[in-house]
C-alpha cells in the first residue's frame, strides 16, 4: 500500500468526474479531494455529464441528484446503458435522500450516497473506497473467465477453449461447431425496465440453455446479450438442430417485470470448422466471426431464428407456415419465411 492508502498502482491521477448544477460546488470538490492522487472534472448538467463521461472515460463520478431538467437517477440510468461506461461507479451526492430514493440509486448501479454538506474526510474515505473497488474488479476481470452476472464462462475463456477444442480436432479429425445467440431487443429491455432486469433475463437464459446442452459443450457469455456454446465432436446439421431447440426453450421463458408479462426471445447463428475452412487452416477467430455473422443475418431477417454459416441457411421450425421446406443447405436467409412471433413475445 502506498502513503495514502491506494495501492501503489492508483497513485498516479485517476480522473473523476463531478456532475452538479451548482458550479460552487466545483471548486469546493477540489479542496477537499487536494490531497488525494485524483483530478476532478466537472459537468454543471445531465446531458453534459453523460457527453464529458464518454470523451474522459473516468474512473469515478460524483453524481448530484436533485438536478432540474434531467435528475441523477436518469443521468445514472443512461450511464449504465453505455457499454464503455456501464462500469464506472458513481456516488450520488444529496442534501436529503429518503431511505427509498436510497434503494432506487443503488439499484440503479451507483455503489455509494455521500450527505450534502459533506465532511472532508468522509468525501476522501468513500472515494478512495470506490476507486479501490473498481481496481480489484479490474484486476478480477483481468484474471478471472467466470462471467459476474450469469457464472458461466465470459469471453476471454471462450477465445481460449475454441482454440484449444479446434487443436483436438486436427488431431482426432472431428469438427467443431459453435452456437451463437443474442437476445432480441436487449438494450430497449434494459431501458424500459432497467439494468437488473437484463441481468435477469440472461440468468434465465444461461439457466435455460445449461439445461439442454450436451455435458461436452462449453457454454460462455461472450459480450452483452450474446451467449456461445462450443460443440466438439459436432458437425454442421447437429448444431444447428441444437440452435433449434435452444431457440424453442428461450421463447418458451415468462419473466414478469412489474406484474407484466414478457416473453424473451434470441437471434441465433451457427459455423462450423467443417464449412468455414477445414481442420487444417481455421481458427476460432474464423468460426466465431462466423457465427456472429449468421447471428446478425438472424436478427435482420426478423429475429427469433437460426442462420447457418455454410450456407446462409434458415433453419425452419414449427412456427414457419412454408409447406414445403426445402433441404437445409437449399435453404437461403433471404428466402427464409418469416416466424409468427405472439404478441407477448414481440414485446420482448
Known sequence: ???????????????????????????????????????????????????????LLPELIL????????????????????????????????????????????????????????DAAELKARVRS???????????ARKARVDSVTGLWNGDYFAARLSAEL?????????????????????TLNAEHGPWFGDEILLAVADSVGRRVREQDVLCRVSGPEIAVICPACETQGAAAL????????AAIELRPR????????????????????????????????????????KSSGRNRVTVA???????????PHPNPLPLHHRRASDAIGFTVSPDASAA
Request: charged share 25%; net charge negative.
Open 167 to 187: 487443436s483436438l480436432s486436427r488431431r482426432t479429425g472431428r469438427h467443431v461447431s459453435v452456437v451463437m445467440a443474442a437476445v432480441d431487443h436487449f438494450k
Open 310 to 320: 455454410a450456407t446462409d441457411a434458415y433453419v425452419p421450425t414449427d412456427a414457419d
Open 243 to 250: 440452435a433449434a431447440r435452444l431457440r424453442e426453450a428461450i
Open 259 to 298: 406484474g407484466q408479462l414478457l416473453r424473451a426471445t434470441a437471434s441465433f447463428g451457427v459455423a462450423s470448422s467443417a464449412d468455414c475452412g477445414g481442420d487444417a487452416s481455421v481458427d476460432g477467430g474464423v468460426i466465431s466471426a462466423a457465427a456472429r455473422r449468421s447471428m446478425q443475418s438472424s
Open 63 to 118: 453524481l448530484d441528484v436533485d438536478m432540474p431538467a434531467v435528475d441523477g437517477f436518469e443521468v445514472c440510468r443512461r450511464i449504465k446503458l453505455e457499454q464503455e461506461l456501464h462500469n464506472i461507479p458513481i456516488i450520488f451526492l444529496t442534501g436529503t435522500a429518503s431511505t427509498a430514493e436510497k434503494i432506487l440509486g443503488l439499484d440503479l448501479g451507483a455503489v455509494d450516497y455521500v450527505a450534502k454538506p459533506f
Open 1 to 55: 500500500m502506498g502513503v495514502s492508502g491506494f495501492p501503489r498502482s492508483l497513485e498516479v491521477s485517476h480522473k473523476v468526474l463531478l456532475i452538479d448544477d451548482s458550479p460552487a460546488l466545483y471548486p469546493m470538490v477540489q479542496a477537499r479531494l487536494q490531497s488525494e492522487p485524483v483530478e476532478v472534472h466537472y459537468a454543471c448538467d445531465g446531458p453534459t455529464g453523460i457527453e464529458l463521461a464518454r470523451r
Open 130 to 140: 470506490a476507486l479501490r473497488l473498481r481496481h480489484l474488479s479490474e484486476l478480477l
